[in-house]
């Protein structure tokens, strides 16, 4: 097999062999539509697919032809009866009809982008070898904005990226469009994205000058024929740094006034601007907060200046000033968003994390979710494996997003779902959003890996429809990406599908949370205490709290009460250790090691077979992946073996220090036939990465020690 | 013409057409030789130029054979009489030869990396259309270490890089070796470089930790059959970070022991490894000044301590201990090295950048070279484009690079040149070495532009060989990395040939430096005046010196007497304006306004029209670029229209914000017929470009201010 270095991502198009060519060469034989992005992605991809290009007809003439477009478009799509109505702006149909009498497909939809996305939707058939024989589906997506943000920094890195420097050359743009921004658009389009914000939500105001201001206009040219509109996050004190106001107080005329103008500039450069992203009061970042005004506020003074030209603000509810919520950060976000409900403008979007804390491996859903009736929520996601192993680890979040996503927050009886709060139909929002921080860089796979690239996927695909599995998804990504042969496909979706839970295992099992290096998040840091000028919930001790007694973060009545932010039924159902699922236990409770386990072990034996198992589940998977090299080109299985190698190391360096760590404050034996850690504490402590991509300043927080590598 | 992304450099061994097809393939039609990189690179080589593998036979069959090896690999070769002796380790010879009867070509050497170092020089033949039937080459380099510094830093950013983030993926090695490193290590062997140090020269002690080491090694694994030999920049206070020494002073035995065992630890990892190079006492680096001692004892430390091992030390002579000597940084240099001559041990090397400044478009050598007679100097030069429009701009450094090289000290008389201070000849030095700041990166061109690539290829080129001329370079690049066509090649080596002394014209003409926009180095900034807290050289006006008299830099003897420092022809030339060269006269004098030039203009207007005659040269390159779509595929020629666009929109900044700030000062007219600044000196001085790649922290030095994009 010709060597693949990913860049293709999952629009390999690469040739149908056997019977399955028969079938679609007799599907699909000429393309009926006008010019534009759809018929290049659907020539492109059925020529690659069918081995040769299909002839390009502006009538259907013979069986096989694919017919595409919208009633505008084409009026062999008009004059056909497929009740479009329902699709709404971005839905599509795929049908097998009958054109004069030959038999055709057609693909539908009521605007150009719609037809776009059926384009890909059929490409994916082929590509994952459905028949097509007798189509009939119809496609919506049941979240509006799908939306990437990219914590890209304007001189070029990216926060927590480990993919390689940012996508976008601000240097040579507006001049120079490369051709990556298209293939970019091309891969978000393919799975539904419409939305990209391009900078860091720890942003700069020169994004705002006018020109940065033409540079983004350039990008949103690129985007805007895959229906991806282009958002800009902004910092709060733009109206200071860029404007010289004395203030940047929301109630202040003049800051509204300097709003509504920059606005009016952004929407006269970019007519389908989307609108902002905003992190305030957050992490040293500047807010309302800042002038005795409230989120809602805040937030209110954007969307005014936006609302007259359709566009949106995204306010993150991730706002914690460090250290000053020592007792539970966890609470921080509910305390401060909740009693706003009701006060936010129509066109904000509160934008919340999955979880109360940080995009750990595994948190309870933030129990914003179901609290705020009266508030646009958007759900955001981290695709960047920031506490997931970064680029090496292999980590399949499509689990994880599926988890969040269905995760139950009964608020309004059973059914109340993460989804149904993100997609509007809980309480009837219109303005529904979701949002994952991208995984996107510079290198030539775009994810730093080949299986990055599926979080990326799962990410899309799931925005348009939260029912699918993440198992689905990942048997559709193998196919498109490597093989369809079910040799192949079957063991890498066990192997992706169990890859999650293996790295909760290694890392922070049953509910324990932060246990990262400080600064770089990436390897153990159990033992990382509250250190002088840093705020303690920067530290892991704060999350394990581990002592003599037991471990587990008590946040029931007894502790912080946070489990008083979820509704009754979750509250009761998480509040109580017995009912508390296993693998949230330490992140509600503080138990005793020698707490019985509902498997009848202890707490503390658990703890240690949960980092065994997860070390287990890697060494599973490397052996797995080993046996699969026939089926895979020798760079890309290179490269996945090599990172699987890694991920083997670093999992053991996980589980031995945090085995070693724990054990030196349970003072418990190891269960019988587990193996002792081969090192001591103070080694594992002592050790330290000292530099990952992404991160901002890490050296300083790493002891600077001439140690071995860690086994 | 099929797009090209311009991965394959130099090294694209694309197919041959027409008369030359037949004429080759008639020369090369068998492979005979040991496996190994150099047959790799043949068979690869000629595969794509000639259209079909070639045979690898063991023995000469038939005309056409091509013969390759070294007395140890190849009985044949062993049994030719070709006095292989003269070539030393590294040379080879291609010639060619009769082998029973049949026409053959010989490409020998002593060492398989003189075999590959003739394998290159072979392809290169047919890739610029030379006749290959009567060969008689033997080409040997006249430096010994050819050496690329790579300013890397561990988190994978690139000080002063401008094509995206370091090569190296350190947290996917020792596991992971990219092809890409295999690509690099072909890259560089093709123009004969044989050292890579790996990183920032502002380097941390985490490189020598043993994890670290165990990555260096793994790259050295790679680097080795090509013949390149790794080497590392180290901080001076490694034995403080790492070693828990209390001190790093050279004389502490506690701290030579420390060294003499990590050195020794290296060399049990990397056996062939090359040495050090150390930035000491610049910049705020730590150094042997720290502890009262001199460079030459800070360098012998290490010297020592890689002596046992054949290991190297590279000092730079960059010492400048900022803001302390601030009567002319430009003498800092020599006033600490000159007396030290004779002082340095045998395995050291003093390295000097080829100006007493900092890498500015154009200065006049550095006064070290011929000043150290019983000192091995090096040359350093800046492939990086840091002061010379970084990614965008065309520029290409071959002019520069000769100009450095053929620079003449007077040291011995007449023909004393930089060339033959570097290459040993002067002086009669052993250990010889030449570096170039690296500019390569992990975008898919490796160097952000095509035109960057020129580059790389012309430091390799002029390192083996600084007798080579620039425009005689200029011309196998576009061959091998265009086209031969010579409707193409003449007026694309035209438009290379004058892109410096373009760039020299728009940015600081008439010999004057230092005149970019602080912290990024890129655009217009002659305003930079000292500011608090910052020392004075780190400012434009110290350098420009203009006032309402003249401007200029006054380094003769009524100024800071830097003139002096060269030998007496040479400073007699320097230090008079009659005599002065125009392109260094304000390097070296202050002058009237109204000075009069050689020419018969003033100062004042031969200033201006330098400043126009830049612009204009831009301007024509980009209408020759315009010509010539037809030559190149779609992809390189968009990609250098575009820049080159910018490169005319930077050009007009430079020249209008230069010609208002300057004639602010100076009150006179301009010249007749030449067009005033569209725009206020204030609006120049307003805009900034607050971000750029690879430059550290650039953004408390801009303005946040609002203002347009300049004309």
Redesign the interface.
Known sequence: MP?EDGYRLWLRYVPVHGDWLSRYRAAATELVGAPGVARAELQRGLTGLLGAPLREATDVTQDGAVLFGTPSSSPLVKSLPLDLQRLGAQGYLIRTVTIRGHRAIVIAANTDVGVLYGAFGFLRLLQTREPVDHLDIASTPDISRRVLDHWD?????IERG?A??SLW????LP???S?RYTDYARACASIGINGTVLNNVNA???I????YL?KVAALAGVMRPYGIRVYLSVPFSAPV????LESADPLDPRVQAWWAAKVAEIYREIPDFGGFLMKANSEGQPGPEDYGRTQAQGADLLAHALAPHGGIIMWRAFVYTTGAHSEDRAKQAYDTFKPLDGKFADNVLVQVKNGPIDFQPREPFHPLFGAMPHTNLMLELQISKEYLG???SMVYLGPLFEEALRDDTWAKGAGSTVARVTDGSLYGGHLTAIAGVANTG???NWCGSIFNQANWYAFGRLAWNPGLSARAIADEWVKMTFSSDPRFVAPVVKMMMGSREAAVDYMTPLGLASQMAAGTHFGPGPWVAPARGMPPDWSSTYYSRADAQGIGFDRTATGSNAVAEYSAHVAAQFGNPATCPDDLLLWFHHLSWDYRMPSGQTLWDSLVLHYDRGVESVKEARETWDTLSPYVDN?RY??TA??L??QE?DAEWWRNASIAYFQSISHRPLPAGVAAPPDTLAHYEAFC???????PS??AE?P??????PR
């Not at 920094?153 to 890195?157: A, D, E, K, Q, V």
């Not at 705002?208 to 020109?211: A, E, F, M």
């Not at 740094?241 to 010289?244: E, Q, R, S, V, Y």
């Open positions: 060597a920094n304007l001189n070029g890195t480990y390689g420097d050359k601000w240097e040579s001049e120079h469009l051709p700069t105001s020169f705002l000058t006018p020109s033409e740094a860029l404007g010289h970064q680029r090496t510079s290198n030539r760079q290179r490269l090599d990172f190698a890694i190391k990465i000292p530099f990952v991509e992404g991160s890490p050296h790493c600077t020690a001439d140690v071995a590598v």
